[in-house]
């Protein structure tokens, strides 16, 4: 479509700039769970994910953002279709490279988390073979995890995007190779260091792991965030995508339970839109929530309106302002209690023709109320200098209590009548009982407490979805006679096979299963007696299938004994606060003394400067706005700076950064002559020079 | 792995530089049939295909090409695997982005084949936002072809290099949508029109269709190639991805059915090594075939040497110099007579033993072999200065003639003896018996004539991989009483999804057939007559499967009346040859008159120097030298300029694009302003100036 040109800018007003001091202000789209790729084959809905995602960057040039932050599930399927990863490649490529002068100097190691065994850099801007305009930070999500073993380790569809430079993936999670290195590996986060002006930001992004085992390294201590040596004097944002609403123990991530040095979580995953921080209790940080930007279910959270935040900061201060996703179909949901309704409007219980009336009327409704929402968004975005855009079909969901109701019509078929009307005809009713008649769900619910196959807000497509592999996978072995392959380990190997579409999952569980097999085998009888051999044979496969067992449940089982309880994870909050310097950290630089003590000490020609403007530190809680101008206040004490000890014979090179940021970017990449022009716009806050790429063409 | 630094150069010769005009001289590195992919399960030889493109682009970089050609097969699978695309990715972005300045001036429109709806170029050093060194141009093969019908149309492989300006996709061809069109179509070929100082290089680019229709669009002079006016004064590649070799009627693409302004034609597909240029009888032409860079079979021609060729081309001559690809696992292949080795070595044919004895030893000399052949490549290039490698696991395969022997040991187990010695222990031997005893092979021979199935040069494995799929279907759909699905219909949606990994194609006929029978089955009985359904169906299922027949078939059938038959393929050798101002040209500009004769009228200021360049034009054969650097005859005759005849109100672009190449160029793009540079070098010969990236900042 268009491209980044000024003209695009005409007619919006400018973002509040945050205390006039756009030099020190950095401006970050944040958007999340795009889950591009959603229902793509759907006649009409099938564009809706790319069309947010398309226009979440036409926001982002609109704004003129330093760069797009993202928080998990770009994409939906783990392994997208071509169409979807070009569409993706596309878009990115057409409104994230350009002439847009960056203005964000990296100050963190352009090679960290860089493709092993190539030049280019991990970080796009920093590659001088390619113009960025925006750079897009993400994290991977449950959705696009990484997955497989090939040459290239495991590997996700931000890879894939990132190999090419189009994002700048962080988050990535090693995943542990063996029992012994799960025992030991824990979760390192390597933050991605930015600096405007007389701002500093900590970027720390942690993809997606399971929540079980999120929440055993979180209590565990063994979330080590390498921090600089001043990290209250950064603003320090964490991104991850986790359970944040519980959905049973272990479940969830506790909000609570991060480190106090950071100002900000972005929390991916959850689809309904708060962006408003939040502050949690006891903490000194604020959480906000993006959510999605279409609609994966059609529950209650995914009716708020979607939309992106522009979050901008300065100093410790900031401030986020919800922009709507104009785009998006509207989608509106309702419940009614049939038993009630028939009561109050006076219609038979028993009529089925009449109960169908009755559910047509409040269909309508539902839809005359989404067409409303839309025109009015649509009248203010209009009023506002926008064009003007087609309203498309809305998303209804009506969930239907039919408590005492003995039969009811096909709610596929009901949907029938609505074509044309709707974009989800075929789902437009759910059904349930109330509670006290719902109990024959219970076991269900037991079996399987994160997946609420009874909730009444999901589809009979919804709950079909989710229905345990494994359940199958023993039924199916066992009249197939092939429980040698073991239930844990083979419906793994399906589930890997069918969410993560990795075609040779089974294929490697069968090789591996069998090969083990026969090793137990020769190892239990070197000279086997055919009359015992299905003795043995069953002994070593229960044997495997207690391992797998215990492999699967490994890191909250075994971990227990040095991990603490979930009651005392009060005592844990700081617990990944660490010593940059106690564990092999990014920022020694042995070969360069530093003082032990003082930041400001070793930056002299900086200290007026910085000193002035770094509001609040140690424990004070960072100062969120929302779409407000109050900025007087930025002038703080600004003693007692918080010294973590310094170990011996390592330096702070954290502490010296802000005075040898030239020095430190230029040692980080082969093609320094390139990037010159780069990094002189990022320290004299030239405007209008490029990363590595001249304007002197201009003419 | 290493930069594109200076150093590299350092202790190779350059490339022998066509008669002293490096300025007008175009170096090419020519390959193709990559295959990545290939086995890449394969514990041994998995990299093998990965290897040898990365050696290819180091070539590249090394003889300081002015681009890569590229001709079809770049991937082994329809849909690569992550990692696969992921490498190849990583590889593009390493060796083809930096600052080596091009000299390659585009001439031809850099929007002509871009993505629809975004702005970036279809060429990709034409966009000022990717510093290109190398630029790639590939066509697709029979493996990577465009497949899916999304909202982006068919897409393959190349579509996500392309996308993200790693490869420049020449060569796609417009499926037909419907029979209606598949009548009209026929196929069109843009070129890609480049000029080095005064070489200019027409690159006309066709991915591969089966070859039937090929075969078809040529005898019906379908093929429409887009030709500047003085084709004649261009040198011009043809780039195809067929069968040469003939495997039936219609199953391969005659040498000699090709345009007469074509100088080279770079044939894909094939995978033996040809480098050497063939002429064609009664042709101009000449062939190169570079075959593949990796053997997916183990078969005769795939012993042959791997090689990439360099191609310079200098005005109207050109040169082709076969480059080994070192680093390629040594393959022998041979094959022995079981009844005349007992003969001659007097063993027993009836002794299992005594002829695994000789089996072995014969399988002894040729690991010897190829290790030989393996080390003496090593040694010539160590004593070109290259760093030694190590020695791989070499390819050996033996075709043993089994005629009158009764009973054979199991070749699979055979081949474990040489597990850690051979790259193929599993099938290092194939088993056959000579032609007098081959006769029950005939029947299936006759109903697959393209996939000889019973080539003694196949393993099991490589036979099974060829069963038909028709034959299958027919019997279980029979067995599932599914018959109205339809064999032809079905068939061809499971070809769909197992060769060009499509996971919807089953679910799209199924659908599409029991719509269309739905359909059929009302039309036929508004009033169903409940008793003659059954009847009605059958009707319908019927009329339909013909459908599928005859689409499948449609193209060379239904065309016959029109189309010349095989005979008279001689007559149309010169049918693809078309006034390029009579079918919607490129190069129309009809706003700006130009002379109806004489090239060189409308580029006064550049005829002299023009028509002394071009040697051979008209009928006369390009000049073809093999590692030649005989170079005096370049000043020939030069009247007899064959003029196509102009038709009325069309404007010779084509012509005037030698003196307005500036301006054409800068229309082609927004940006104008920052690829002036690039552009300059292109005209005005600096060396060091780069793309559209300015090395100011060197300093």
């Given at each position: 479509?268009?491209?980044?040109?000024?003209?695009?800018?005409?007619?919006?007003?400018?973002?509040?700039?945050?205390?006039?001091?756009?030099?020190?202000?950095?401006?970050?789209?944040?958007?999340?769970?795009?889950?591009?790729?959603?229902?793509?084959?759907?006649?009409?809905?099938?564009?809706?994910?790319?069309?947010?995602?398309?226009?979440?960057?036409?926001?982002?040039?609109?704004?003129?953002?330093?760069?797009?932050?993202?928080?998990?599930?770009?994409?939906?399927?783990?392994?997208?279709?071509?169409?979807?990863?070009?569409?993706?490649?596309?878009?990115?490529?057409?409104?994230?490279?350009?002439?847009?002068?960056?203005?964000?100097?990296?100050?963190?190691?352009?090679?960290?988390?860089?493709?092993?065994?190539?030049?280019?850099?991990?970080?796009?801007?920093?590659?001088?073979?390619?113009?960025?305009?925006?750079?897009?930070?993400?994290?991977?999500?449950?959705?696009?995890?990484?997955?497989?073993?090939?040459?290239?380790?495991?590997?996700?569809?931000?890879?894939?995007?990132?190999?090419?430079?189009?994002?700048?993936?962080?988050?990535?999670?090693?995943?542990?190779?063996?029992?012994?290195?799960?025992?030991?590996?824990?979760?390192?986060?390597?933050?991605?260091?930015?600096?405007?002006?007389?701002?500093?930001?900590?970027?720390?992004?942690?993809?997606?792991?399971?929540?079980?085992?999120?929440?055993?390294?979180?209590?565990?201590?063994?979330?080590?965030?390498?921090?600089?040596?001043?990290?209250?004097?950064?603003?320090?944002?964490?991104?991850?995508?986790?359970?944040?609403?519980?959905?049973?123990?272990?479940?969830?991530?506790?909000?609570?339970?991060?480190?106090?040095?950071?100002?900000?979580?972005?929390?991916?995953?959850?689809?309904?839109?708060?962006?408003?921080?939040?502050?949690?209790?006891?903490?000194?940080?604020?959480?906000?929530?993006?959510?999605?930007?279409?609609?994966?279910?059609?529950?209650?959270?995914?009716?708020?309106?979607?939309?992106?935040?522009?979050?901008?900061?300065?100093?410790?201060?900031?401030?986020?302002?919800?922009?709507?996703?104009?785009?998006?179909?509207?989608?509106?949901?309702?419940?009614?209690?049939?038993?009630?309704?028939?009561?109050?409007?006076?219609?038979?219980?028993?009529?089925?023709?009449?109960?169908?009336?009755?559910?047509?009327?409040?269909?309508?409704?539902?839809?005359?109320?989404?067409?409303?929402?839309?025109?009015?968004?649509?009248?203010?975005?209009?009023?506002?200098?926008?064009?003007?855009?087609?309203?498309?079909?809305?998303?209804?969901?009506?969930?239907?209590?039919?408590?005492?109701?003995?039969?009811?019509?096909?709610?596929?078929?009901?949907?029938?009548?609505?074509?044309?009307?709707?974009?989800?005809?075929?789902?437009?009713?759910?059904?349930?009982?109330?509670?006290?008649?719902?109990?024959?769900?219970?076991?269900?619910?037991?079996?399987?407490?994160?997946?609420?196959?009874?909730?009444?807000?999901?589809?009979?497509?919804?709950?079909?979805?989710?229905?345990?592999?494994?359940?199958?996978v023993r039924e199916y072995l066992a009249a197939q006679e092939l429980q040698l392959l073991g239930e844990?380990?083979m419906?793994?190997?399906?589930?890997?096979?069918?969410?993560?579409?990795?075609?040779?999952?089974?294929?490697?569980?069968?090789?591996?299963a069998?090969?083990?097999?026969?090793?137990?085998?020769?190892?239990?009888?070197?000279?086997?007696?055919?009359?015992?051999?299905?003795?043995?044979v069953e002994?070593?496969r229960e044997?495997?299938e207690?391992?797998?067992?215990?492999?699967?449940?490994?890191?909250?089982?075994?971990?227990?004994?040095?991990?603490?309880?979930?009651?005392?994870?009060?005592?844990?909050?700081?617990?990944?606060?660490?010593?940059?310097?106690?564990?092999?950290?990014?920022?020694?630089?042995?070969?360069?003394?530093?003082?032990?003590?003082?930041?400001?000490?070793?930056?002299?020609?900086?200290?007026?400067?910085?000193?002035?403007?770094?509001?609040?530190?140690?424990?004070?809680?960072?100062?969120?706005?929302?779409?407000?101008?109050?900025?007087?206040?930025?002038?703080?004490?600004?003693?007692?700076?918080?010294?973590?000890?310094?170990?011996?014979?390592?330096?702070?090179?954290?502490?010296?950064?802000?005075?040898?940021?030239?020095?430190?970017?230029?040692?980080?990449?082969?093609?320094?002559?390139?990037?010159?022009?780069?990094?002189?716009?990022?320290?004299?806050?030239?405007?209008?020079?490029?990363?590595?790429?001249?304007?002197?063409?201009?003419?």
């Amino acid at each position: 479509m268009s491209n980044h040109s000024d003209d695009e800018l005409e007619g919006i007003p400018p973002p509040t700039i945050h205390n006039g001091d756009p030099e020190s202000t950095i401006k970050i789209m944040l958007a999340t769970d795009n889950h591009i790729g959603y229902n793509e084959r759907d006649p009409i809905r099938g564009q809706d994910s790319i069309n947010a995602f398309k226009e979440i960057l036409q926001l982002a040039v609109k704004h003129d953002v330093d760069f797009i932050l993202l928080a998990g599930d770009l994409f939906h399927e783990n392994r997208p279709s071509r169409d979807c990863l070009y569409q993706v490649m596309a878009l990115l490529r057409e409104y994230t490279l350009g002439d847009r002068p960056i203005q964000i100097e990296l100050l963190s190691d352009p090679n960290d988390g860089k493709a092993a065994g190539y030049s280019f850099p991990a970080i796009n801007y920093e590659d001088p073979n390619l113009n960025i305009a925006i750079p897009v930070f993400s994290i991977h999500g449950n959705h696009d995890d990484p997955q497989g073993a090939g040459p290239e380790g495991a590997l996700c569809a931000l890879d894939m995007l990132s190999v090419t430079g189009l994002i700048n993936y962080m988050g990535k999670i090693d995943l542990p190779l063996n029992d012994a290195e799960a025992q030991n590996t824990g979760i390192a986060i390597r933050p991605v260091l930015l600096r405007k002006g007389n701002t500093r930001l900590g970027l720390y992004g942690v993809g997606n792991v399971k929540d079980q085992r999120m929440h055993f390294e979180l209590r565990s201590n063994r979330v080590r965030m390498y921090m600089p040596k001043d990290k209250d004097d950064w603003f320090n944002i964490l991104l991850i995508h986790q359970n944040r609403v519980a959905h049973g123990p272990q479940q969830s991530v506790p909000e609570g339970m991060f480190d106090d040095s950071i100002d900000l979580i972005v929390w991916g995953h959850e689809h309904d839109c708060r962006i408003i921080p939040e502050p949690v209790a006891g903490k000194r940080y604020y959480i906000t929530q993006p959510g999605s930007s279409v609609a994966t279910s059609l529950a209650d959270g995914e009716s708020l309106e979607k939309h992106v935040a522009l979050l901008t900061i300065h100093g410790k201060e900031f401030q986020l302002t919800p922009i709507p996703l104009r785009g998006v179909r509207p989608f509106v949901i309702d419940d009614v209690n049939l038993a009630e309704a028939a009561e109050k409007e006076g219609f038979d219980l028993n009529d089925k023709i009449e109960i169908a009336k009755y559910l047509k009327n409040k269909v309508n409704e539902l839809i005359d109320k989404a067409n409303e929402q839309w025109d009015e968004r649509n009248a203010r975005a209009i009023a506002e200098g926008e064009p003007e855009l087609p309203r498309p079909l809305p998303l209804v969901r009506l969930k239907v209590d039919t408590t005492d109701v003995s039969e009811m019509s096909n709610p596929v078929r009901f949907g029938q009548e609505f074509q044309g009307r709707l974009a989800n005809p075929r789902d437009v009713l759910t059904f349930h009982r109330s509670k006290k008649s719902a109990t024959r769900g219970t076991k269900v619910k037991a079996d399987q407490p994160e997946l609420s196959i009874d909730d009444p807000e999901l589809s009979v497509a919804e709950k079909l979805s989710k229905v345990r592999v494994q359940t199958l996978v023993r039924e199916y072995l066992a009249a197939q006679e092939l429980q040698l392959l073991g239930e844990v380990g083979m419906s793994d190997a399906i589930e890997m096979f069918v969410d993560k579409d990795d075609p040779h999952a089974i294929q490697t569980h069968v090789s591996t299963a069998l090969r083990s097999l026969m090793k137990g085998v020769q190892a239990n009888g070197a000279e086997v007696d055919p009359e015992n051999i299905g003795d043995i044979v069953e002994k070593v496969r229960e044997e495997q299938e207690q391992n797998y067992k215990e492999r699967r449940e490994e890191k909250p089982s075994k971990g227990k004994g040095k991990a603490k309880t979930a009651d005392e994870s009060d005592a844990s909050m700081d617990s990944m606060m660490m010593d940059v310097d106690g564990g092999g950290s990014d920022f020694e630089m042995s070969d360069e003394p530093a003082p032990k003590k003082g930041r400001a000490k070793a930056a002299p020609k900086k200290t007026a400067a910085a000193s002035k403007k770094a509001p609040a530190r140690g424990k004070a809680k960072a100062k969120a706005k929302v779409v407000s101008d109050d900025d007087d206040d930025e002038e703080e004490d600004q003693d007692e700076i918080e010294e973590e000890p310094a170990p011996p014979k390592r330096t702070n090179r954290a502490a010296v950064l802000s005075s040898h940021q030239t020095d430190a970017c230029s040692q980080s990449s082969k093609k320094a002559p390139a990037k010159a022009p780069a990094r002189k716009a990022a320290t004299s806050k030239a405007a209008n020079v490029n990363t590595g790429r001249c304007d002197e063409g201009e003419t």
